[in-house]
Nanobody, 120 residues
Framework: QVQLLESGGGLVQPGGSLTLSCAASGYFFRLMAMEWYRQAPGKQRELVASIPSGGTSNYADSVKDRFTILRDNTKNTVYLQMNSLKPEDTAVYYC??????????????WGQGTQVTVSS
């Protein structure tokens, strides 16, 4: 029904920057919350940043003041701007999106994940 296409991952040096993109396509009536999760080896998946359809963005303490989440509703796309990257940021990053259909039912969707590696 809904597909999420992630892009932007890669290998960067500590202190570098990277921007992830997640574009939603398919059938949906309305995009609701858009989020980024990440999962590092041996660790649980954690919420990194969230931006609702209305309201303020939220960030994990570990990325606050370094990452910025934003959305472009004309493109149905959410971005994660990552600055001052640290080795601890190395993980697979997953886009997560909630959608609403015309009847008011909610659905959630996951991207395929994109690898971010921070290493010198």
């Amino acid at each position: 029904q809904v597909q999420l296409l992630e892009s932007g991952g890669g290998l960067v040096q500590p202190g570098g920057s990277l921007t992830l993109s997640c574009a939603a396509s398919g059938y949906f009536f309305r995009l609701m919350a858009m989020e980024w999760y990440r999962q590092a080896p041996g660790k649980q998946r954690e919420l990194v940043a969230s931006i609702p359809s209305g309201g303020t963005s939220n960030y994990a303490d570990s990325v606050k003041d370094r990452f910025t989440i934003l959305r472009d509703n004309t493109k149905n796309t959410v971005y994660l701007q990552m600055n001052s990257l640290k080795p601890e940021d190395t993980a697979v990053y997953y886009c997560h999106v909630n959608t609403r259909d015309i009847r008011g039912a909610w659905y959630d969707h996951w991207g395929q994940g994109t690898q971010v590696t921070v290493s010198s």
